[in-house]
């Protein structure tokens, strides 16, 4: 029945939001080896191997997935990874699953039936999407990309022009709010967060490091504030 919580045994879930060319693919492998501790990574990678760009600076094992993207293409990889023993798993990018999940409700579409019903068939897809990233007992970095939502507003000459609001991931809305943490990078690879349940972050402006992923683990095992978030490694950013 019940027992004494522990946030020790927890196992943390992460998105990194942004546009293309912010640095998603590299912040992820740079959040993930901090978060490891020296631990094995395993990398689900839907962004024509750009992960494996990267198989210098990172020691990571990959597994690179091509349209079409159905749902057992991330489902299978993330049972793989449980059951070798993986610390930390990177999906880029979720978005394309999503994409998978609406192309398969079009071809329930074109064959015919109720529009509703053949969503709550689809809507079958991305609960196993959810299912394998936030269930799965293992560290998870989900990368998402995202883009620039406007709204209309009325400036000083009382014309309506389009204001940018922020980012939105190409993903289910509100997906972010199944999160620990959301972080959302910038096209100058800056990140802030826009749903943190540690508090480590605040409204800060920073680069993800390796020593963001080191702050969640110290977090974990419950040394809130012995990493600073934005101490540098002798890594320097290079990604696209």
Known sequence: MFQKANKQSTHIKLAI?????SGKTYSALRLAKGLSNGGKIAFIDTENESASLYADSFDFDVVNVEAPYSIDKLVNPAKE???NDYDVMIVDSASHFWDGVLEYKSSLDK???NSFANWNTANEHYKLMLRAILF??????VCMRSKMEYILQEN???KQVPQKVGMAPIMRDGVEYEFTTVFDLDIHH????SKDRTQLFGDKIFQITENTGKKFKFWLNGAKDKVPVNQHSSLEFNGV
Not at 136 to 141: E, F, L, P, Q
Not at 190 to 193: D, E, L, M, R, W
């Open 156 to 158: 000083e000459k009382g």
């Open 190 to 193: 800056q990140a802030q967060v």
């Open 81 to 83: 990874a449980l059951n």
């Open 17 to 21: 939001t942004g546009p293309s060319g």
């Open 111 to 113: 064959r015919g039936g």
């Open 136 to 141: 799965s007992k293992i560290h998870v970095i």
